[in-house]
């Protein structure tokens, strides 16, 4: 590892394009995707919708946006959308649900951001002029705030089923749905049977500089599309970006486990520390350690970070490391050892 060289683990969104891939985004064909003439765009959107058996797929710039499009592209203003308290769609994207569609949202207090069909079948709002109309369930896989947590697809099952009862529409802010994959071993198709809409994330543990794909039927993209554009997210030569996507499918989903098992690592060695207090269940890549009240997550993330650890602090006692393929052996060992250290002076 380069001297002075910092391991950032604040968030996977901080990888850059390895060699192969910018390769590939340089030799990519390109076109203007608006007119819907970008070859390695149309590429992509084939490719993904294949792999989760979906009728079509819209390459949008950011998860942000193309889990918008599709809250707006499934309701009315004046619905109603459930998801988990703690769910990115809710939390972390500006209140868009509210500026973009118009709808309102009924939070659920899940299990590790998972919500189960009994919370969702009792908030549904009855038939009646007084109440928001529901229309919208959104699940998110893996859970940020719920550490990276995989839903069960038996449960995702039974959600489904009692949207399918009460016409309600299911989308999947599946941001770090690859993760998921593969630390349960299934496949795109199983989700991909599950949902109306599932948005997927390229540039987390994939690694691309940037985008996301937004998949459903036709219908649904064709809707989509239009709003994509509305909001500002129709892009030209967008095959460059697309082409980075279109390798990492090919070279970058199974390394995944790397991370799962660097996170364990690193994990472990929190455990047996004497500033953490707890953490939460590590299931893929994302590590959160609660600090014991006599520290503050500041204060460790400030001591880690002298040391060329970077973490983030993620609520009023809780840290939070994600393992990225921009982490390798060496540097899970050198923060394993960094963190071991914290306390007994050495640093």
Same mark, same amino acid.
């Not at 499934?74 to 619905?79: K, N, W």
């Not at 749905?177 to 630390?183: E, R, S």
């Not at 989903?253 to 047996?272: N, S, W």
């Given at each position: 590892?380069?001297?002075?060289?910092?391991?950032?683990?604040?968030?996977?969104?901080?990888?850059?394009?390895?060699?192969?891939?910018?390769?590939?985004?340089?030799q990519?064909?390109?076109?203007?995707?608006?007119?819907?003439?970008?070859?390695s765009?149309?590429?992509?959107?084939?490719?993904?919708?294949?792999?989760?058996?979906?009728?079509?797929?819209?390459?949008c710039?950011?998860?942000?946006?193309?889990?918008?499009?599709?809250?707006?592209a499934?309701?009315?203003?004046?619905?109603e959308?459930?998801?988990?308290?703690?769910?990115?769609?809710?939390?972390?994207?500006?209140?868009?649900?509210?500026?973009?569609?118009?709808?309102?949202?009924?939070?659920?207090?899940g299990?590790?951001?998972?919500?189960?069909?009994?919370?969702?079948?009792?908030?549904i709002?009855?038939?009646?002029?007084?109440?928001?109309r529901?229309?919208?369930?959104?699940?998110?896989?893996?859970?940020?705030?719920?550490?990276?947590?995989?839903?069960?697809?038996?449960?995702?099952?039974?959600?489904?089923?009692?949207?399918?009862?009460?016409?309600?529409?299911?989308?999947?802010?599946?941001?770090r749905?690859?993760?998921?994959?593969?630390?349960r071993?299934?496949?795109?198709?199983?989700?991909?049977?599950?949902?109306? *809409?599932?948005?997927?994330?390229?540039?987390?543990?994939?690694?691309?500089?940037?985008?996301?794909?937004?998949?459903?039927?036709?219908?649904f993209?064709?809707?989509?599309?239009?709003?994509?554009?509305?909001?500002?997210?129709?892009?030209?030569?967008?095959?460059y970006m697309?082409?980075?996507?279109?390798?990492?499918?090919?070279?970058?989903?199974?390394?995944?486990?790397?991370?799962?098992?660097?996170?364990?690592?690193?994990?472990?060695?929190?455990?047996?520390?004497?500033?953490?207090?707890?953490?939460?269940?590590?299931?893929?890549?994302?590590?959160?350690?609660a600090?014991?009240?006599?520290w503050?997550?500041?204060?460790?993330?400030?001591?880690?970070?002298?040391?060329?650890?970077?973490?983030?602090?993620?609520?009023?006692?809780?840290?939070?490391?994600?393992?990225?393929?921009?982490? *390798?052996?060496?540097?899970?060992?050198?923060?394993?050892?960094?963190?071991?250290?914290?306390?007994?002076?050495?640093?």
């Open positions: 590892m380069q001297p002075n060289l910092m391991i950032d683990l604040r968030s996977d969104t901080f990888t850059l394009p390895t060699p192969g891939m910018l390769e590939a985004m340089m990519a064909p390109v076109g203007d995707d608006v007119f819907g003439e970008d070859p765009v149309n590429l992509l959107e084939d490719r993904m919708a294949a792999l989760f058996r979906m009728e079509a797929a819209l390459y710039p950011t998860g942000t946006m193309s889990n918008q499009i599709g809250i707006k499934h309701t009315q203003p004046g619905d959308v459930i998801c988990d308290q703690t769910a990115h769609v809710y939390v972390y994207e500006g209140g868009g649900i509210a500026f973009n569609s118009g709808a309102q949202v009924r939070t659920l207090q299990d590790l951001g998972r919500i189960t069909a009994e919370q969702v079948a009792y908030v709002n009855p038939d009646d002029v007084h109440r928001a529901t229309s919208l369930v959104c699940l998110e896989n893996t859970s940020n705030r719920g550490g990276g947590s995989c839903y069960d697809l038996a449960e995702i099952g039974r959600i489904r089923k009692l949207c399918d009862e009460h016409q309600l529409l299911l989308h999947l802010d599946g941001a749905l690859f993760n998921a994959l593969v630390a071993g299934e496949k795109p198709a199983d989700h991909g049977a599950l949902f109306h *809409s599932i948005s997927v994330c390229l540039n987390k543990g994939l690694g691309c500089p940037i985008g996301s794909v937004l998949m459903g039927t036709r219908e993209i064709r809707k989509a599309r239009r709003i994509r554009k509305v909001f500002g997210g129709g892009m030209r030569q967008a095959g697309a082409a980075a996507g279109l390798y990492a499918l090919e070279n970058h989903v199974e390394r995944l486990a790397d991370d799962h098992r660097h996170a364990r690592l690193i994990a472990e060695a929190l455990q047996q520390t004497g500033y953490v207090e707890s953490l939460l269940p590590v299931s893929t890549n994302i590590v959160i350690a600090i014991k009240p006599d503050q997550p500041g204060q460790i993330t400030e001591l880690l970070k002298a040391k060329g650890v970077l973490a983030l602090p993620v609520s009023a006692n809780q840290i939070r490391m994600v393992l990225h393929l921009g982490i *390798s052996d060496e540097m899970t060992d050198i923060t394993v050892n960094t963190i071991r250290n914290l306390e007994t002076g050495r640093l």
